[in-house]
């Protein structure tokens, strides 16, 4: 079984009610795309009213506590994801990682609460422009997946069923217009899935492994041919459907 393209928007910290009018758009036109998997992670607030105005599209959250329940004042847990009908959760987002000093055992725990919970979970990974100008990113990249991707019994049979992704998000690329040049994504994915695939064996290389940074209408296309690169997360380009539906096209067959 090779997973349909998946094409993920991270909405931040933006939107209020009057997105979901873009929401519900962006769910009319993914929904002629059906060779293509399309989701939108909007913010907390807005979860579950997003996911009782689509049919369509995947919902998300951004981030999940690693624990299911308790004293953790402001944090969401992933069974309260699960609860309001969210499917999947984004951990160790480079913004999280920065914003909140998230370590990759932290960012390994949240994925695993994400799947003990029944969510899909897509784990991001990147490194910085000092670490890539010094010729680490290889480096940089191998140890967050080693040390953030999920552990345990049941994350091979996630990995086979979809539920597991791997989004590599140059943190130089973010949000900077700044899209990485595509024999980088290449490289960079070659090693992500090497690691898959001698952690997981033959689930390994069911794990889509997304492209994100600054990825529009105008360059989806290409990198979404790219060897190896199985989807997109998508910030900026993802809060309107005049910007967002163009990648979705561009990762299917179908006509815009
Ligand atoms: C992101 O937030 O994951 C992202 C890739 O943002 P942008 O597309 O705006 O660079």
């Known amino acids: 079984m090779v997973h349909r393209p998946y094409i993920v928007g991270n909405w931040k910290m933006n939107g209020s009610r009057a997105l979901l009018a873009e929401a519900r758009a962006i769910d009319r036109g993914a929904a002629r795309y059906k060779d293509v998997a399309v989701a939108l992670a909007p913010p907390f607030p807005l979860i579950g009213l997003l996911r009782d105005e689509v049919s369509a599209i995947g919902v998300g959250g951004q981030?999940?506590?690693?624990?299911?329940?308790?004293?953790?004042?402001?944090?969401?847990?992933?069974?309260?994801?699960?609860?309001?009908?969210?499917?999947?959760?984004?951990?160790?987002?480079?913004?999280?990682?920065?914003?909140?000093?998230?370590?990759?055992?932290?960012?390994?725990?949240?994925?695993e609460a994400a799947l003990a919970a029944g969510l899909g979970v897509i784990v991001c990974v990147g490194e910085t422009l000092d670490e890539r100008d010094a010729g680490h990113a290889e480096a940089v990249v191998t140890r967050q997946v080693d040390a953030s991707l999920p552990t345990g019994d049941g994350v091979a049979e996630a990995a086979t069923l979809g539920r597991l992704s791997?989004?590599?998000?140059?943190?130089?690329?973010?949000?900077?217009?700044?899209?990485?040049?595509v024999e980088d994504v290449v490289a960079i994915h070659a090693v992500i899935a090497a690691?898959?695939?001698?952690?997981?064996?033959?689930?390994?290389?069911?794990?889509?492994?997304?492209?994100?940074?600054?990825?529009?209408?105008?360059?989806?296309?290409?990198?979404?041919a790219a060897p190896g690169v199985s989807g997109a997360l998508v910030g900026g380009a993802s809060l309107t459907a005049d910007a967002f539906l163009p990648i979705v096209a561009a990762a299917g067959t179908g006509e815009l």
């Open 63 to 111: 981030d999940c506590h690693t624990a299911p329940k308790g004293a953790h004042t402001g944090d969401v847990s992933a069974a309260m994801l699960a609860d309001i009908g969210a499917d999947f959760v984004i951990v160790g987002h480079s913004e999280r990682r920065r914003d909140h000093g998230e370590t990759d055992a932290l960012v390994q725990a949240k994925a």
């Open 166 to 181: 791997v989004a590599y998000e140059p943190v130089w690329a973010i949000g900077t217009g700044r899209v990485a040049a």
């Open 195 to 224: 690691r898959l695939t001698a952690r997981f064996g033959d689930a390994g290389a069911k794990v889509r492994i997304l492209y994100g940074g600054s990825v529009n209408g105008e360059n989806a296309a290409a990198l979404l």
